[in-house]
Structures are given as structure tokens and as C-alpha cells.
């Protein structure tokens, strides 16, 4: 079974803007960040977002301070689903470092993509006139304009 059925959904890939064909495996070389506590916590935040969301208040009120309030107010079975997501975020945070180069990197990597199949897009001649590739390439003059006034 896929551990992460909404991350690997090709509405979620960035393996390709052209075509729609995403890699058969995920995650794959265009997956944003690999860091597996990482992939959990954003396929979690499709999945559950209130849990998601909820767990992120949490560990940022025990991070503040570890005997806070917030853990005596859960219920046990609270607890018990809470604990593991309250840990999962303290070790993204603690390897957050290596995850921010990873992502940045990726970035420029999707942004450096989008402008390679932008410019395919735009070259195929068999795509003229059609009005989402004429928008985009209005698109891109008006954005190269700004940058010559800038
Ligand atoms: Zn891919």
C-alpha cells in the first residue's frame, strides 16, 4: 500500500507541468523533500489538517515550555495520538536545517522547470493561438517588462 496516497497524487507532483505524466514511484527525484517525518507531516496535513494543526500548537506550546498546561488538559486518548505526532514534529524541527536546504533546492529545481516547459509550451507551434498558451506568454512579457523597469 502507498504510505502517502494524497502526497503522491499527481494534482500534489511537481514532476511535470506539461504533459501530466508523473514518476511511477513516489516519493521521486521531484519530491520537494525526502526527510521521511517530513512526508508524514504533510501528507497529514491533506489527511487530518485539524489533527494536523492541533499537533503543531502542541508541540509548540511544550517546546516553549515542557510542563505546560496543554499536556494535563489532553485526555489520555488524546495523549496517545498526539505524542507521536508532538515527536515527529521535534525531530523535523531538530533536522530542519538539512530539510530547508533540501527544499530550497528543490525550488529553484521546480522553478527552473516551470521556465524550461513555459518555454516549450510556448515554442510548439502546433499550440498557437490556443488562449491559456497565449495568456501565458502575455504573461511572461508583462513580467519581463516589470524586470527591465526595475
Ligand atoms: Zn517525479
Same mark, same amino acid.
Request: charged share 35%.
Given at each position: 500500500?502507498?504510505?502517502?496516497?494524497? +502526497? &503522491?497524487?499527481? &494534482?500534489? *507532483?511537481?514532476?511535470?507541468?506539461?504533459?501530466?505524466?508523473?514518476?511511477?514511484?513516489?516519493?521521486c =527525484?521531484?519530491?520537494?523533500?525526502? #526527510?521521511?517525518?517530513?512526508?508524514?507531516?504533510?501528507?497529514?496535513?491533506?489527511?487530518?489538517?485539524?489533527?494536523?494543526?492541533?499537533?503543531?500548537?502542541?508541540?509548540?506550546?511544550?517546546?516553549?515550555?515542557?510542563?505546560?498546561?496543554? =499536556?494535563?488538559?489532553?485526555?489520555?486518548?488524546?495523549?496517545? +495520538?498526539?505524542?507521536p505526532? $508532538?515527536?515527529r514534529?521535534?525531530?523535523?524541527?531538530?533536522?530542519?536545517?538539512?530539510?530547508?536546504?533540501?527544499?530550497?533546492? &528543490?525550488?529553484?529545481?521546480?522553478?527552473?522547470?516551470?521556465?524550461? #516547459?513555459?518555454?516549450? +509550451?510556448?515554442?510548439?507551434? &502546433?499550440?498557437?493561438? #490556443?488562449? #491559456? $498558451?497565449?495568456?501565458?506568454?502575455?504573461?511572461?512579457?508583462?513580467?519581463?517588462?516589470? *524586470?527591465?523597469?526595475?
Amino acid at each position: 500500500m502507498n504510505a502517502y496516497p494524497n +502526497l &503522491s497524487h499527481p &494534482s500534489q *507532483r511537481w514532476c511535470g507541468i506539461n504533459y501530466g505524466v508523473v514518476c511511477p514511484n513516489f516519493p521521486c =527525484k521531484h519530491t520537494e523533500c525526502t #526527510d521521511p517525518d517530513w512526508l508524514e507531516a504533510c501528507e497529514e496535513a491533506i489527511e487530518k489538517p485539524e489533527e494536523h494543526e492541533r499537533a503543531w500548537h502542541i508541540y509548540l506550546a511544550l517546546a516553549k515550555d515542557p510542563f505546560s498546561i496543554v =499536556k494535563k488538559q489532553l485526555r489520555p486518548e488524546e495523549l496517545a +495520538l498526539y505524542k507521536p505526532r $508532538v515527536e515527529r514534529y521535534h525531530r523535523i524541527m531538530t533536522n530542519y536545517p538539512k530539510i530547508k536546504q533540501e527544499l530550497r533546492e &528543490s525550488w529553484a529545481r521546480q522553478q527552473l522547470q516551470t521556465m524550461e #516547459d513555459e518555454d516549450e +509550451l510556448l515554442n510548439d507551434e &502546433s499550440l498557437r493561438g #490556443d488562449p #491559456d $498558451v497565449e495568456a501565458l506568454r502575455e504573461e511572461k512579457i508583462k513580467a519581463s517588462l516589470r *524586470r527591465v523597469k526595475l
